[in-house]
């Protein structure tokens, strides 16, 4: 196992969470974490993330921060900006919504069968249905994904997450947001489960300097030269 394997996991597992949205109109502030199950003792802390999402009319910016670097990704309707920095190296793209949208089209995933179960619980005060996602990877073997989704957190371009949630479960038949989930993953060899939950959710006002990204000292790349890349890594 090396680290860019662990990061790569855990940056896709956190985008995940940005896969379903309605439409926008408030102001949120979504405090996450994320840890995993199954990891070796000497990588548990690396798997270890907190997450930041605002959120305000078409604007989303998401904030990743853990042990083994940071990352920041900002889209406003017609645009993302999204920055990495891991170890010392620092790089990003940007992508417009056309190139995102077409991303989409051509990557070619199963929706997944969304189950609705009784369950309800109370998450950071908003209240929780549990929900059982099921697909089918490309190999062949059936995923399961359990999500806490709320109707309440809302926000109006299910573009946003593409850049970094490729190859992840289709959940654009999901109505509502995910406030908590558990992912089950093989980790190279190893069955992990990744888990994240919402911590605090604030629908205060937010200033709109917010919504900037520092790209100075980042080697910046196309959207199509950030997919060569992933493509080259064994994404």
């Not at 993302?80 to 989409?104: H, P, R, V």
């Not at 109505?175 to 888990?195: C, F, R, S």
């Not at 205060?204 to 980042?218: E, L, M, R």
């Amino acid at each position: 196992m090396n680290y860019a394997t662990i990061t790569r996991t855990l940056s896709t597992a956190a985008f995940f969470a940005l896969s379903v949205f309605a439409t926008a109109q408030d102001n949120y502030t979504i405090k996450m974490s994320l840890k995993s199950e199954g990891m070796p003792a000497e990588y548990a802390a690396y798997a270890e993330m907190d997450i930041v999402n605002y959120i305000k009319g078409d604007k989303l910016k998401t904030e990743r921060n853990g042990m083994m670097g940071t990352s920041v990704s900002l889209y406003d309707g017609k645009k993302m900006i999204s920055t990495n920095e891991m170890m010392g190296n620092k790089s990003g793209f940007t992508a417009t919504k056309e190139e995102l949208e077409s991303s989409d089209k051509n990557e070619k995933t199963e929706k997944a069968k969304i189950e609705y179960t009784a369950e309800k619980k109370m998450i950071a005060g908003y209240e929780c249905t549990k929900v059982i996602a099921t697909s089918i990877g490309k190999d062949k073997k059936e995923n399961k994904t359990i999500l806490w989704v709320t109707d309440k957190v809302k926000y109006s371009h299910p573009e946003a997450h593409k850049a970094s949630g490729r190859g992840m479960m289709d959940l654009s038949d999901l109505k509502g947001y995910p406030l908590a989930m558990e992912i089950a993953q093989n980790m190279q060899g190893m069955d992990i489960k990744i888990i994240m939950t919402t911590t605090e959710i604030s629908t205060a006002p937010i200033d709109d300097s917010v919504f900037t990204i520092n790209t100075d000292g980042y080697t910046m790349m196309s959207y199509k030269d950030m997919l060569d890349k992933q493509k080259t890594m064994g994404k």
